[in-house]
């Protein structure tokens, strides 16, 4: 059962996207230096359809991707309910962020979400910003296919003023 906690409007999670980003609890990852503990505990309320969907037309023409930030505890459950608002709401995208170092083998047997990022976070490795990150960011192709797009998030031609 997916539980979340709060939601934000987001603009940085997945390039080009004005993004509801929910927020999952029971998140089993535990990562060291997490900066979202309060979400590892058993906090929240049911995340059915018809309430994502309530939270998505709530902001309806003001944003373009629905993202489920976590959800490690039910992997199955967030590809579903991603799949099923994609179904009612077909002009939105969806995305998905995992703490897990690779897809879970369910991944495959669910239409995909148009992007999930993987990855524990490891402070030593830095965020998704850090060339040096060990997360990826993919964008799901409709031939089924994933596109790494990590190194859309690095920040180019930046030099030091110095």
Same mark, same amino acid.
């Given at each position: 059962?997916?539980?979340?906690?709060? /939601? &934000?409007?987001?603009?940085?999670?997945?390039? &080009?996207?004005?993004?509801?980003?929910?927020?999952?609890?029971?998140? =089993?990852?535990?990562? =060291?230096?997490? /900066?979202?503990?309060?979400?590892?505990? @058993?906090?929240?309320?049911?995340?059915?359809?018809?309430?994502?969907?309530?939270? #998505?037309?709530?902001?309806?023409?003001?944003?373009?991707?629905? #993202?489920?930030?976590?959800? @490690?505890? &039910?992997?199955? *459950?967030?590809?579903?309910?991603?799949?099923? $608002? +994609? +179904?009612?709401? =077909?002009?939105?995208?969806?995305?998905?962020?995992?703490? /897990?170092?690779?897809?879970?083998?369910?991944?495959?047997?669910? =239409? #995909?979400? &148009?992007?999930?990022?993987?990855?524990?976070?490891?402070?030593?490795?830095?965020? $998704?910003? *850090?060339?040096?990150?060990?997360?990826?960011?993919?964008?799901?192709?409709? @031939?089924? *296919?994933?596109? @790494?797009?990590?190194?859309?998030?690095?920040?180019?031609?930046?030099?030091?003023?110095?």
């Amino acid at each position: 059962m997916l539980k979340y906690v709060n /939601h &934000d409007i987001v603009f940085q999670e997945f390039p &080009d996207e004005v993004t509801l980003a929910v927020n999952l609890s029971q998140c =089993p990852n535990a990562c =060291p230096g997490c /900066h979202s503990m309060y979400l590892w505990g @058993d906090e929240g309320e049911r995340l059915s359809l018809s309430r994502l969907r309530a939270m #998505a037309e709530a902001y309806a023409g003001e944003i373009t991707c629905v #993202a489920l930030m976590g959800g @490690d505890n &039910d992997p199955e *459950s967030v590809l579903l309910i991603l799949s099923e $608002l +994609r +179904r009612a709401m =077909p002009g939105i995208r969806t995305g998905w962020y995992s703490g /897990h170092a690779s897809l879970p083998r369910c991944f495959d047997d669910y =239409p #995909a979400p &148009d992007y999930v990022k993987i990855g524990p976070w490891r402070e030593e490795c830095g965020p $998704l910003s *850090s060339p040096s990150t060990n997360q990826r960011m993919y964008r799901c192709l409709p @031939d089924g *296919s994933r596109l @790494d797009i990590t190194e859309r998030f690095w920040k180019k031609g930046l030099k030091s003023t110095l």
